[in-house]
């Protein structure tokens, strides 16, 4: 867990952001310091914002596994919850239609919990989505998602880092310390003005 708490404020206004995802949210053979939820934590705390964040993602992970792994987290109140699971899954070939609703279950898990809570859904592709339906569904799955849930979107989790040797692990696939640092600034952009408008909304009591 990494807090992002601006001095000298009351425990009582911290805000809590929820990460529920895979490895490229864990920070795969990185340090848990250099994946990007702890980079947010870091431009959280820079900016003034006094938010904890959780950071609930493994390697390996799918929906499904997110749907089970979700509850013991729902426990405490959840300000703002990024969403960034579904890879795996389109690697399995698990079909859309299935992927789609459970990510669409975790999300009303969340909100039967946390009403008022902001939801940002990091949108993944798989390589060559133009190539065929799969590919293609499945990259727009997630706008989708966001619009139906009034959710904001990063488009694409992996911009800039996607495919440069230089900007991830020895496998192509996860990024590393640089590449996470791409990654946060994908975050942040969306991150930063709901970040702004929670920090500024009365704070619950509810734990």
């Given at each position: 867990m990494h807090s992002a708490g601006a001095a000298q404020q009351h425990s009582s206004q911290t805000k809590r952001i929820l990460v529920l995802g895979d490895s490229l949210s864990e920070g795969f053979g990185l340090k848990s310091s250099q994946a990007y939820p702890a980079l947010l934590a870091e431009k959280l705390r820079a900016a003034g914002f006094n938010f904890e964040i959780t950071n609930a993602s493994a390697s390996g992970g799918t929906t499904d596994g997110g749907l089970i792994r979700l509850p013991a987290h729902l426990k405490r109140k959840i300000d703002i919850f990024i969403l960034e699971l579904g890879i795996n899954d389109a690697f399995r070939g698990v079909p859309i239609n299935e992927i789609?609703?459970?990510?669409?279950?975790?999300?009303?898990?969340?909100?039967?919990?946390?009403?008022?809570?902001?939801?940002?859904?990091?949108?993944?592709?798989?390589?060559?989505?133009?190539?065929?339906?799969?590919?293609?569904?499945?990259?727009?799955?997630?706008?989708?998602?966001?619009?139906?849930?009034?959710?904001?979107?990063?488009?694409?989790?992996?911009?800039?880092?996607?495919?440069?040797?230089?900007?991830?692990?020895?496998?192509?696939?996860?990024?590393?310390?640089?590449?996470?640092?791409?990654?946060a600034e994908n975050v942040w952009r969306v991150l930063e003005p709901i970040a702004r408008d929670t920090a500024n909304s009365p704070a619950s009591n509810v734990e």
């Open positions: 789609e609703r459970n990510l669409q279950a975790i999300i009303d898990k969340v909100k039967a919990r946390n009403p008022k809570v902001r939801i940002v859904i990091a949108g993944m592709q798989l390589p060559n989505y133009t190539a065929d339906n799969y590919v293609f569904t499945f990259g727009k799955m997630f706008s989708e998602l966001a619009t139906k849930n009034q959710a904001a979107l990063v488009p694409y989790l992996l911009e800039g880092a996607a495919g440069n040797p230089s900007l991830n692990l020895g496998d192509g696939i996860h990024p590393n310390a640089a590449g996470q640092k791409i990654l």
